[in-house]
């Protein structure tokens, strides 16, 4: 059996590909949604735009997670980080997917700028790969942790009867523990300051817009 090897061409247009399905929030998850088979919750107008605010800046913080690990896999140093990489991002994109279709279940749409945070966390992630596995393991650590933190936070937000979207982010808080514990396994390093300060800074900000942009 031949196996074809991957031009340069042929990465570029697989990487334009995975942008254009993340940035459009519409991949293919591999693992059904948590909250495949729970009714949905009835919700006055200002709980349901809660909700589509809240899971909007989720999804958001999705398609950021898509470019960085896609970023850092394309110049990983290491084939067998490239792979772990890219294994985690596979498993992000169950969570991009399932975020995509939480939001038309609450009659709402992604971030207008999804393009620009795609293309700004590629490029952290591509900067992070360039410092050596090491450091961009360590940066995969502490965005895990950031990350589930603010998820714990959206657990408290969710109006209560929200039984989906709360199964929805349970579940991707436990993917993401074991991702940042994963990450730590293969040597990833803690990141010296200013860096974890200006990580979560930047993530303020992108909340703060996802929630209404």
């Known amino acids: 059996m031949n196996v074809r090897t991957l031009t340069p061409l042929d990465r570029l247009l697989a990487g334009c590909e995975r942008a254009l399905e993340a940035i459009a929030g519409a991949p293919a998850a591999q693992r059904p949604s948590p909250a495949k088979g729970m009714n949905e ?4 107008e200002a709980e349901r735009r809660h909700a589509a605010g809240l899971m909007r800046i989720n999804h958001t913080g999705e398609v950021c997670a898509q470019a960085l690990y896609y970023g850092q896999a394309a110049l ?17 994109t169950d969570h991009l997917a399932w975020c995509a279709e939480r939001l038309q279940q609450l ?10 945070w795609y293309a ?7 900067l992070a790969a360039l410092a050596g596995d090491p450091v961009s393991l360590g940066f ?23 039984e989906r979207s709360h199964a929805v982010l349970t579940q991707m808080q436990a993917d993401e523990v074991r991702h940042a514990q994963n990450a730590q396994a293969r040597g990833g390093i803690e990141l010296p300051f200013p860096l974890p300060q200006l ?10 817009v996802a929630y209404r942009v």
């Open 76 to 92: 990983a140093r290491d084939e067998d980080n490239r792979a772990h990489l890219l294994h985690a991002a596979d498993e992000e």
């Open 140 to 162: 995969v650590v502490e965005t895990e942790r950031q990350v589930e933190a603010h998820l714990a936070e959206h657990l408290e937000k969710l109006p209560p009867q929200d």
């Open 107 to 116: 009659d709402s749409r992604p971030s207008l700028l999804n393009p620009l």
């Open 41 to 44: 919750a009835e919700f006055d």
């Open 199 to 208: 990580m979560h800074a930047s993530s303020m900000v992108m909340k703060t």
């Open 120 to 126: 700004g966390s590629y490029a952290i992630g591509a």
